[in-house]
């Protein structure tokens, strides 16, 4: 199968970087033509002030990367384009030209954007949907995205301004969502509902598990309000005795830091760390700690811990209760609460009996539902039922939801 794969890859790398270069990765091992279209924003840095801005606004809709792709599209012919990120140097413009050239595209949801100008649903210390349903003005008002009222306008801009011309409607003839949660989010939103099926990400190479794990608790990940940092460090003064390594920066790590010398907090904080490092990292962990405040739409983390055999303690929302079962993979806690997550900490923490059979079902977890053969086929199946359908648009190949 000829396969075209798209990706706008921002300034910070992150998990959806991951998951593309995964995915372009297990294709190509299996045999498939891959060709990639990669853009990233940091071209953005090298330019003036005014073509920067001009550039950004055509994050709305490129004409330029309309024509480039068009005609990458008739060089090329794959059988079917498979979408990751467009945000900004892409533009949702690339949509149309596979729906004008006949092309099917899928397109994997990573974030809220479509939803929410910030891409979380989330604001002032808790989850937020006031956005959803296309009144992201006061989003704007408040300026949700970056602490910006002008980028959030540009966010609000690129998904408003392409639900009206129906690109995530007509243009796209289906999506992945990560997990279920974020599939229903956005078929009550407005996206079909059967244009939208359900496959997890996954974790290739296999890490393995230690044979003999070191003692901490380990937490990755941005280090930004979203992802319950201060919840963390507040539950830590309750657990002098246990060592915590956060590995990962943002926003709050010179805050963070700060806090912890204050409380004289039992943390180390490591940075940013090569993916191998982290791994590494987590091999050695007693435990993985997931205090996400925000809903997240998978949690790459969880499924690497998984791997590792690493049981995860995950606030008990979102995409979060989906991946994680309660005294079996790991422990659900109430969100934003000190309390909560260091009384989980300290259960897994002391109960070696516990701890141990969490950790053989997280990699039972794993092996049955993340790996790259598993994701392989739900893949395939997906990009078959979207060929099967033929090239007809979008509304007119497949169901929509009632």
Sequence with gaps: MKIL???????EPGGEDVVFEQEVSLLRRYGHDVLTYERGNGELREMKLIPRVLRSAEAVWSSTTYSEFSNLLTIFMPDIVHVHNTFLRISPSIFQACADKGIPVVNTIHNYRLLCPATTLYRDGAPCEKCVGGNMWQGIARGCYRSSRTATALSASVTGYNWLRRTWSDAVNHYIAPTNFVRDKMADAGLPAARISVKPHFVDPDPCVAAHPESYALFLGRLSPEKGVTTLLSAWQQLSDVPLLIVGDGPQRAEMERI???RNLNCRFEGHRTRTDVLAKLKKARLLVFPSIGYETFGMGIIEAYACGVPVLASNHGAMR???????????????NPDA???????CWSDDQLRSHMSLNARREYENKYTAATNYEMLMSIYERVLSSGKASPEASLPTAA
């Design 5 to 11: 794969i798209a990706h706008n890859r921002y300034i």
């Design 260 to 262: 912890s010398h204050q």
């Design 322 to 336: 989906e991946l994680v079962q309660t005294g079996r993979t790991g422990l659900l806690f109430e969100p934003a």
């Design 341 to 347: 997550l260091a009384h989980a900490v300290r259960r």
